[in-house]
């Protein structure tokens, strides 16, 4: 079946350390996103990548970085310089670069200790 | 601050009854709304959305309404159902291209028996 993978469900870290986030399509997709979601908040934008070898900041970029070196991945990595990391991580994809519905992973729980 | 808002953290409506869950956005030129499920611990799954040309659209058992005048988004379930507890996130094309949604906060449904 197409759909979005995150992996892995839940991370745990220690403080200092980088952690980095897998997202994985099969949806023949070329848009893809992280949003980071606190408890009782809505999604936030930290990237997104329109293509390969693309992409932009969003509103809440610092601390974080990706990489879309191919058109089915684009994982996250949560440096140390992110000084709230634990969140609920969502990966999004979508079909083109005109408003449109995204299609989300389950996401990745991250958890600093 | 946010451009997408609801106006009720969360909703107790009574099994079978309707529920109507409403958002207002700020941004006149957003030309694509969007109504998103999500369960604990889980990703989004769309609902129904809507373009900006339309005031209407149904689905199975949801109704989305969009005034414009106002800048207001309602989305309404037709006899609700124990599965349907969620959290339910309204969300816009804010900047009307490729860089995402912009989301509201949600408002968690809670179904009585």
């Known amino acids: 079946d197409g759909g979005i993978t995150q992996s892995p469900k839940y991370l745990f870290r220690k403080e200092g350390q980088n952690v980095t986030l897998s997202c994985e399509q099969n949806?023949?997709?070329?848009?893809m996103y992280w949003y980071r979601q606190d408890p009782g908040q809505g999604l936030r934008l930290i990237y997104y990548?329109?293509?390969?070898?693309?992409?932009q900041k969003g509103d809440i970029a610092e601390g974080y970085s990706v990489s879309r070196e191919k058109k089915e991945s684009f994982p996250l990595t949560v440096t140390s310089a992110q000084k709230n990391p634990t969140a609920f991580y969502l990966c999004?994809?979508?079909?083109?670069?005109?408003?449109?519905?995204?299609?989300f992973g389950e996401g990745s729980r991250l958890t600093v200790l | 601050g946010e451009s997408v808002g609801l106006h009720l953290p969360t909703l107790s409506v009574q099994e079978g009854d309707n529920s109507i869950i409403n958002c207002a956005y700020s941004n006149s030129a957003s030309d694509y709304f969007i109504w998103y499920k999500q369960e604990s611990g889980k990703g989004p799954q769309f609902i129904i959305d809507i373009r900006s040309n339309m005031d209407k659209r149904q689905g199975q058992r949801v109704t989305v309404l969009l005034n414009k005048t106002v800048k207001h988004l309602s989305l309404q379930i037709a006899a609700t159902q124990p599965g349907d507890s969620a959290v339910y996130f309204c969300?816009?094309?804010?900047?009307?291209?490729?860089?995402?949604?912009?989301f509201g906060k949600g408002t968690h449904l809670i179904i009585q028996p």
């Open positions: 949806l023949n997709h070329d848009a």
């Open positions: 999004a994809s979508s079909p083109g670069t005109t408003s449109g519905e995204l299609f």
């Open positions: 990548s329109q293509i390969v070898n693309d992409f």
């Open positions: 969300a816009e094309n804010l900047r009307g291209g490729a860089d995402g949604l912009t």
